[in-house]
């Protein structure tokens, strides 16, 4: 069974500081995605990487950025935290480059920025 | 880029009856389209999915309708049971990466 995991189930950070949420997945796949999940709004892409080093920005990419070092890791990063990026962060891999693959999500960081 | 609707955002239904959750979509280059469920608290996990060339598919209690020529797309639950509380989520992919997601529908099956 594919594990998604996230570093931190819930996370307090003040504003303007730089938050670093990390994900590791352990079946080898190509893919790994950043979502934030708000009531409403579903789920919104934030970055997503199909190679190591490599990544393409999503619907919603301001105010974060991203690192894939190692096929297993991808962290995203808040440079300088504020309120409106209070929300559920989703981590999620899937295995296939260019193929339909199922996403595989993580139990997801719930962040709250005071 | 891809924009998905979905209606309607909460559903209530008596156990044992039907329930229906309708997405459209914007782009008719979309060709794959899953559905996710996620129960209170958990991860959202992939229950079935559809690719553009099939108009139907079925598994067990839960099946999903493609209409490519009216862009839109249906999750249908028949029987609904206690566990089939929860919110769903329809998306559809363009460009083979980016999957865009619609805004949710919360069930509440009623015992």
């Known amino acids: 069974d594919v594990k998604v995991t996230q570093s931190s189930r819930y996370l307090v950070k003040r504003t303007g500081e730089k938050v670093f949420l990390e994900c590791v997945q352990d079946?080898?796949?190509?893919?790994m995605f950043w979502y934030r999940q708000d009531p409403g709004l579903g789920l919104r892409l934030i970055y997503f990487?199909?190679?190591?080093?490599?990544?393409e920005k999503g619907d919603i990419p301001e105010g974060y950025s991203v690192s894939r070092e190692k096929k297993e890791r991808f962290s995203l990063i808040l440079e300088s935290a504020s309120t409106n990026q209070t929300s559920m962060y989703l981590c999620?891999?899937?295995?296939?480059?260019?193929?339909?693959?199922?996403?595989?999500f993580g139990n997801g960081t719930r962040l709250t920025v005071t | 880029g891809e924009n998905v609707e979905q209606h309607p955002s909460t559903l209530s239904v008596q156990e044992g009856d039907s329930a229906v959750i309708k997405c459209t979509y914007s782009?008719?280059?979309?060709?794959?389209f899953p559905w996710y469920k996620q129960e209170l608290g958990k991860r959202p996990q992939l229950i079935i999915d559809?690719?553009?060339?099939?108009g139907e598919k079925k598994d067990q209690r839960i099946a999903v309708t493609l209409n490519k020529t009216a862009k839109h797309f249906s999750l249908h639950i028949t029987e609904t049971q206690p566990e089939d509380s929860a919110v769903y989520f329809c998306?559809?992919?363009?460009?083979?990466?980016?999957?865009?997601f619609g805004a949710g529908t919360t069930v509440t099956v009623r015992a």
């Open positions: 999620a891999s899937s295995l296939y480059r260019n193929n339909n693959s199922p996403l595989h």
């Open positions: 079946m080898d796949h190509e893919n």
């Open positions: 990487s199909y190679d190591v080093k490599m990544k």
């Open positions: 782009d008719s280059a979309s060709n794959y």
């Open positions: 559809i690719r553009s060339n099939v």
């Open positions: 998306a559809a992919l363009l460009n083979d990466y980016k999957l865009s």
